[in-house]
Nanobody, 124 residues
Framework: QVQLEESGGGLVQAGASLRLTCAASGGTFSDYAMGWFRQAPGKEREFVATINWDGRIADYAESLQGRFIISRDNAKKTTYLQMNSLKSEDTAVYYC?????????????????WGQGTQVTVSS
């Protein structure tokens, strides 16, 4: 069974950068595509970014492309989300997700494993 644990969230000012980390345990990490989702207060959870098994293919929510970067280190069983030029509307709980397939995926139902989430708050 794969377990995911996010870290790196916090309170930052608008314009700052933050890097989230998702550490995986159990399973064979390099078999899984990974993703990040977020849920803002009063809103549904939404897709942020996804990356395939070897890190060569990534996809992003259109509104975030250019500011957020997803990456992974299979040797460390870790996925990262680098967030730059943060805005108040980026305030949300950020979730790491893994799927039992190697290819990227944009929808929640395509993921099998979820972390507990990490809070990111951006003050304006």
């Amino acid at each position: 069974q794969v377990q995911l644990e996010e870290s790196g969230g916090g309170l930052v000012q608008a314009g700052a950068s933050l890097r989230l980390t998702c550490a995986a345990s159990g399973g064979t990490f390099s078999d899984y595509a990974m993703g990040w989702f977020r849920q803002a207060p009063g809103k549904e959870r939404e897709f942020v970014a996804t990356i395939n098994w070897d890190g060569r293919i990534a996809d992003y929510a259109e509104s975030l492309q250019g500011r957020f970067i997803i990456s992974r280190d299979n040797a460390k069983k870790t996925t990262y989300l680098q967030m730059n030029s943060l805005k108040s509307e980026d305030t949300a709980v950020y979730y790491c997700a893994g799927r039992g397939r190697s290819w990227v995926a944009l929808f929640e139902y395509e993921y099998d494993y979820w972390g507990q989430g990490t809070q990111v708050t951006v003050s304006s």
